[in-house]
């Protein structure tokens, strides 16, 4: 899943999509088509289930100590990571990149932290011009509650936040095989380069506005929480 997203010996995370939530709550109607294989660890029912009582919000402070464990958790068993993951999303909290209201959890009815996902301040940068775009990184499934529609439903629910507050772009390093259905693609065809080497098709860009790619060209310039060595 992940063999492609590594640069640098960090693995950074992020995805996209283009597809609306409609509210934080989501209910059947919102729940995207049941998996028929590849679940294993809950059946069709259950997941069914669990897409009608996840609920998507904003993270707190109160929340900071189960994210981290469902960090963790999630990049445990992650041949690629080097398990700081978690220590990444200190970092950017404690920075001028990191915004609120873009870093989401999903949380069960019981009050279960399952899910979590971190959108923060980056750049591209031309010459003179500058352009705010957002780095979608980590993004993180309980084990337990993996392939079950949580990342989706987190991806999506942060772009629609993110659009709805102005921002026209979001750029990761991810898979290439599971971030287009959000709407990613190759930032290449953009004109847009990431500051490390890695795999062109890993290096992606999804547009939170239609057409605003087009205004958006250069180098990718990550927020120091990253400790990424860019010139
Ligand atoms: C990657 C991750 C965030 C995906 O979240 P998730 O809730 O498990 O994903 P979803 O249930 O929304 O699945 C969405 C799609 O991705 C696919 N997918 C999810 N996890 C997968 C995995 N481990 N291997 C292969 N495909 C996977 C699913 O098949 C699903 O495809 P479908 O919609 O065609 O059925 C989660 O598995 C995770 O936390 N993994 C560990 C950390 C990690 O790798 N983060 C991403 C680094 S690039």
Redesign the pocket.
Known sequence: ??DS?KSGGR?Y??TDNTQPATGSRYGPEQS?PT?QA?MPRQGRNNTQMMHNTIAIRQETAADFTQVREVIRA??QD?EESDHTEHLLVDRLRQSDAYIAELSLVAETADGQIA?HIMLSKAEVISGDRTHTVLAVA????LPA?????????LIREAHRRASDSGYDAAVLL??KD?YP?FGYKKASLSGIKFPFDAPDECCMVAELKPGALKDIHGTVHYPDAFQIDQQ
């Open positions: 899943m992940v997203c693995l995370i992020c995207r998996r590849g999630a990049f992650i899910g980590p993004l993180s499934v509650f993996q392939r079950s529609g949580i990342g989706s439903m991810g898979h599971y259905k």
